[in-house]
């Protein structure tokens, strides 16, 4: 069997290494040590998390404490020998489910794609040969071959290298490609440091190497990455946590006013039978069942909106939790910046040259700045394509390089050099040698420090003049200030010789110095600015330099204008749940944090979470994972992220705007407004009904209302109308206005003060028809209870225009100017003459036809209730 793996193979000699594994570089493994070697390890692959079957998408839709209510009104129902109250309440929780079931299955998705990351195949050297094999048999002492374009298949320690670099961003979130070599590095280097080590799931840009395996499966960096977004289990929602909490209210509230009703009712000598069906009328009456259609109804819409809006919700309730959010912490390279690198200045003897976006205008010809732009094209292996905005291929420095050619006009690639000196990661220089006429161009770039101390002349606009320790001085501090700002830098040089093949580097003429940056997103100052109008602060969370975050984030209008990173070796030990002291102060108050890890990504998201805040995480690498599962909102770009981000996010933008996050978190504000809106309507609704048979059966008078009458103004009439304000457009100012605080419930006391005032309103409205009814038109009991129902449920209909917050106009909200809100109304017009006037209907529901007198009293008296909740909400503002 052979030797554990060191804890530290980045810091150990190759030739330490491959003894411990037992393995020979140049003849690899045997065939029978790879077959025992799988044994041990097993295959090189992520642990797969089951998918989310089809059935457990449906039971999710039954588990909340409104559902759980429904279904014990059900049952209760059904005991008491009333079928169709229970088959009712059956159905609606059914159609419920079906809504919300055929929403989030529609966007479901699996954590599968972790695993597809392995599915590649790779080169491997076993028997003293080398040979194509898939990823998944790689096994650790494998020697694994490398060049440029490969995807690494496991955790390598490079053994040797050649002009070798590789795209981490997935993992560091750097977008510059690292320069690779085999010599060892300190011990408590930084994973973004670690030259010596080639990570699963990265990509070789340039060069060749081979590598010995040294972690397959769960045991890589990304299986570590895997196991965080496998143990980050998000938590309930704001949304559901509240709704929760509102169904737990109705519980004791249901259960309070049936024992109170039947003990009334027994005292006053009703018989046991009738006044237990009149408690169960009353328990009916205080469940709001079209609360979970409604609400599940207004998050699919809003579903389906974000979604028109390139924002796709994986999660239904967390299109409401988008509005409650109240920090967001992003990721750089790829959400904040364009992740391509781009020329933005180049430095001549001469001063600077600023770059501007799009076309640029072709240099003087002859000046350095032409000189410059054409050896950035000639000492180049990229490829933009023949037309301008191509794909590009290859180094991303060196795409810049050639695109900022082609943009200028000089170039449209290089042409194929008479030699070619590759990179060599020891000097920090390359060159090509180009015919140019008699004799030929050598262009040379490389690192500031190497090719300003190779340089011996520097090109002047009167001609190349040699360089003095001074002038080199002056030059390696403006390389320096750049590098200060966060910008990469090269140094760009050239020569003329007769022979194509002389010495690369001897009689340089340093041209300029150019600078490169990833660009900030054109949209992402002013999305910035209306997160800030919105109350909503924004924290920068990248793996790239501190100097390059700090210039990212002041670009982007986050912080202060003083900002200042944080480095996330400071963090070491960091405990997010203890929110004093020092070190928790300066976590709270910093806008930037850079080279922070997936662990501390994910303990900045718990530690702002523990703080009080509603928390939306966004980035694109395999490295967000984690964080993402664990924010109460995570978003994932749809263009540039990858599957594994998009898998562990909430929310995926499908055009990678910034800017969309802002238009989905007012389309959040929007639902929440409207879900208060039409809870306040529904229990209104609701608390009208308790009252008016809780009063009636108190006061000793008869029943106005029947069990399945209740039943059915609250499944037919109730529903239409709440849905009708769950689709307002929402006030125009819902940006301007803080975030609410994240434990504000959704009834506060004042909705709660508005739910009685409109309930008793139309209770008092109710049971004074029924006394007109009963005593002044003398109509049958049986008939005057047809005009309480009338009443109530015409003032329900009419409350649909009482039910917005005091202050604001039903005009404003929208709901005057609402289609759903009238065609609703309309149509329970016709449910509820149906419900008179159709004889089968009519008899099943108990409602005899009043006569026209007992129609027009309803309809008077259901007035009564609109002409004082208007009032009220107007007083109750001023």
Known sequence: MPSPIPETPHAKPVEELTARMSVSPKQGLSAEEVARRQTVYGPNHLRQRKPRNLLSILLAQFQSVVVYLLAAAAALALAMGDLPEALAILVVLLINGLIGFLTEAQATRSMEALRHLAETRCRVRRDGQDQMIAAQDLVPGDIVVLEAGNVVSADLRLIRCAGMQADESILTGEAVPVDKDSAPVPADTDLAERRSMAWKGTAITRGTGEGLVIGTGMETEIGRISRLVHEAQPEATPLEARLDRLGQKLVWLMLALAGVTILAGLLRGHPLGEIVQTGVALAIAAV?????????????????????RNAVINRLSSVETLGATTLILTDKTGTLTENRMTVVRYLTE??????????VAPPPPGSALELAMRIGALCNSADVG?????????????????????????????????TEHAFDPERMIMAQVHAEGASFLYAVKGAPEAVIAAAEQELTPEGP??????????????????????????????????????APYAGLTLVALVALADPLRADIPDAIAACHRAGIRVIMLTGDHAATATRIASDAGIGDGTVEALIGKDLAGFDPEHLDGPEAACVAQSDVFARVTPETKLALVRFFQNAGHVVAMTGDGVNDAPALGKADIGIAMGQRGTEVAREAADVVLRDDSFATIVAAVREGRIIFDNIRKFVVYLMSCNISEVLVVGLAVGAGLPAPLLPLQILFLNLVTDIFPAFALGLSRGDASVLERAPRDPAEPIMRRADWRRVMVLGGAITLATIAAFLLALRHLALPPHQAV????????????WNVFNARAPGRRASRDGDIGNPYVWGAIALCLLLIAGAVLIPGLATLLQLPYPGHTGVLLALGMSLAPLIFGTAYLVRAHD
Do not use: Y
């Open 786 to 797: 047809t005009v309480a129902f009338l009443t109530l449920a015409l003032a329900q209909l």
């Open 288 to 308: 709001p069942e079209g609360l979970p259609v409604v609400a599940t109804l207004c998050l699919a819409r809003g579903m389906w909106r974000m979604a028109r």
């Open 386 to 418: 023949p037309e301008l905005g191509a794909p590009p291929t290859g180094d991303p420095m060196e795409v810049a390089l050639l695109s900022m050619a082609q943009r200028a006009g000089l170039a449209q690639g290089p042409d194929s050099p008479v």
């Open 465 to 502: 003049r040699p360089l003095s320790p001074e002038t080199r001085a002056d030059w390696r501090s403006r390389a320096q200030a750049m590098a200060s700002e966060g910008l990469r830098c090269l140094a760009l040089a050239m020569k003329h010789d007769p022979l194509p093949d002389a």
């Open 350 to 359: 001469d001063g600077a040259h600023t770059i501007p976006p799009g076309t």
